[in-house]
């Protein structure tokens, strides 16, 4: 069982910046990601990192958001600048129950490839 809380949302005018993080009960080989979901919308997959820490991102936020991993991969982060009002979304991150051995070209944006997820933290950006 994997448990992950995220953290770090709130509210920012356009053009600001704000750094989402996701923590894990777990301490291993997982594939993680971060999805969002507005109000009337399907979710999206944001950005997403293999064990390598090779990395995906959605075209939407290519240059604006960066993943990573702190804390000896037991912390998973989201580092937002330049928002924009269509950021605006319940953050969620997700992960692949461990150990994951799988191609790092397979975490992805399936959601049904994930077990785990967190609760969501919101992110609100003004115009």
């Known amino acids: 069982q994997v448990r992950l809380v995220e953290s770090g949302g709130g509210s920012v005018q356009a053009g600001g910046s704000l750094t989402l993080s996701c923590t894990s009960s777990?301490?291993?080989?997982?594939?993680m990601s971060w999805f969002r979901q507005a109000p009337g919308k399907e979710r999206e997959g944001v950005a997403s990192?293999?064990?390598?820490?090779?990395?995906l991102y959605a075209e939407s936020v290519k240059g604006r958001f960066t993943v990573s991993r702190v804390d000896d991969k037991n912390t998973l982060t989201l580092h937002m600048t330049s928002l924009k009002p269509e950021d605006t979304a319940l953050y969620y991150c997700?992960?692949?129950?461990?150990?994951?051995?799988?191609?790092?070209?397979?975490?992805?944006?399936?959601?049904?490839?994930?077990?785990?997820w967190g609760q969501g933290t919101q992110v609100t950006v003004s115009s």
């Open positions: 990192i293999a064990p390598s820490d090779s990395t």
């Open positions: 777990v301490h291993a080989r997982i594939c």
């Open positions: 997700a992960s692949t129950p461990p150990p994951y051995y799988g191609r790092d070209s397979d975490c992805d944006f399936r959601p049904n490839f994930y077990n785990y």
